[in-house]
């Protein structure tokens, strides 16, 4: 049960950075393009376009980059275990070892 937990924290803490890293960057940049634009709107109306365009953003374009840089990055850091070397059975089927019966 403990590793089960351990590891669903830990696909939770992937998934958190992961969003983190898309959104972080997508608002700097948009705040920085558009921040000053953005003032001139009441604060409310403000939020609503800057959440509206950065949501559709993330989204669309930063999330998915994201994704595939960890899954890359996933690839060269990955190490494979021992379940790695095993040779492929085909059909799922092991080998049977075949004994001739003796006449003693």
Known sequence: MY?????????RLKKTTRIWLAVCPTVLV???????????????????VSTLVVVIIVSNVTDPLVGKVFCN?????????PHAKAAP????????????????
């Not at 590793?3 to 696909?11: D, K, P, T």
């Not at 948009?30 to 609503?48: H, M, N, R």
């Not at 799922?92 to 003693?104: G, I, K, L, M, W």
């Open 30 to 48: 948009f705040l920085t393009i558009f921040g000053d634009a953005l003032k001139e709107f009441p604060f409310p109306l403000g939020v609503l």
């Open 3 to 11: 590793r089960q937990f351990n590891n669903s924290l830990m696909v």
């Open 73 to 81: 990055l996933g690839r060269m850091f990955h190490k494979p275990g």
């Open 89 to 104: 059975m085909i059909n799922n089927t092991a080998p049977v070892e075949r004994s001739v019966p003796s006449d003693n």
